[in-house]
């Protein structure tokens, strides 16, 4: 009976429902998650990493390649190593740099042996036929420099880079 009286106080606590205003971790953090570069440390740590060749924490580049390299404690560019921006002259470029969204769709079909004729042989064909420049196999008296291709020049020059731009 004397025991039972003992649990009761321990009982009632049990089944009320604890409501704590202070915080679950008690002021410990996680800082690893915050990516805080090279904002911690105190004030020798820092001065360690702009004096030391090899500072106990190193110094945290964001990503970013250096261009030179350290060598007896002088810093010395290497020219390879910095980055050459290649921009094309758009001077007289008739393209604007936006195309909106309400532009229309382009639908083209695939361009095939038919149309590279068309586009390449047909009009000096035609030209060669209405005046009557045509040999009896059907070959031009005059050939142009295309006519002239072998089939392996001919698809070495098809496979070049820019050749798709016409």
Known sequence: MQSSKKLLPVILYLQQRLI?????????????????????????????????LNPPVA?????????????????????????????????????????SYKAADVVQSEFTSLDLFNAVYAQKVLED?????????????????NELLTPEEALLRARKTGSDIF
């Open 20 to 52: 704590s205003t202070s915080s679950p971790l008690q002021g410990k953090r996680n800082f690893r998650k915050f990516l805080v570069y090279n904002k911690r440390g105190t004030r020798a740590v820092k001065e360690a990493q702009r004096t030391q």
């Open 59 to 99: 110094i945290h580049k964001r990503g970013v390649r250096d261009t030179g390299v350290l060598i007896n404690g002088k810093y010395v560019e290497i020219p390879e190593k910095i980055p050459e921006l290649v921009v094309p002259d758009l001077e007289n470029c008739k393209l604007k740099p936006y195309v």
């Open 129 to 145: 036929f209405k005046n009557g420049k045509l040999k009896d196999d059907g070959s031009s008296e005059m050939p142009s420099e």
